[in-house]
């Protein structure tokens, strides 16, 4: 892969869903993004509430990466709010986009998440649902029958 198309590269950057937002506010709620390089191989993720700020975040991730033999992409990440661990991730260059998803069943407490994210540098696009493990019931994120996905912008740093 070329310098421009690298999974570090076109993930590092500040995201906003600011006009998502502003279409439907009950449904999408107003959220910053900013994903950067904090050391080799090691990706910081961070998202909070455009009402409060980035000290606030509600979301804290260290994400280690390594390429595999076939150009794809494995991260394994750690939670820097409880220490825990998240589950691990795979993810795939096609048609201009990384495509991440969880690698095999992610089990966090009691709930499966199903999750999926894509991103080319000017876009990040996320879904997340979560299931009870045993019963299969919506728990959190957006119902598996309902369609529509998180659509972060870049913007200026």
């Not at 993720?45 to 280690?64: D, I, M, N, R």
Request: glycine share 8%; net charge negative.
């Amino acid at each position: 892969l070329d310098g421009m198309t690298t999974w570090e590269q076109l993930i590092q950057g500040h995201y906003c869903n600011k006009r998502q937002a502003q279409s439907n506010p009950a449904l999408w709620p107003h959220i910053m993004l900013r994903n950067s390089l904090v050391a080799d191989n090691v990706i910081e993720l961070k998202s909070w509430y455009k009402y409060q700020s980035e000290a606030e975040v509600y979301g804290h991730f260290h994400l280690t990466f390594r390429y595999d033999s076939d150009g794809n992409v494995h991260t394994t990440s750690v939670n820097q709010k409880t220490g825990e661990a998240a589950c691990p991730w795979v993810w795939g260059y096609n048609v201009g986009y990384w495509w991440g998803e969880p690698d095999g069943d992610c089990i966090i407490g009691k709930n499966k998440i199903l999750s999926q994210v894509r991103f080319n540098g000017h876009v990040y696009l996320s879904r997340d649902t979560a299931l009870d493990n045993e019963t299969g019931e919506f728990r959190w994120g957006k119902p598996l029958n309902e369609s529509g996905e998180f659509e972060f912008i870049r913007i200026p740093d």
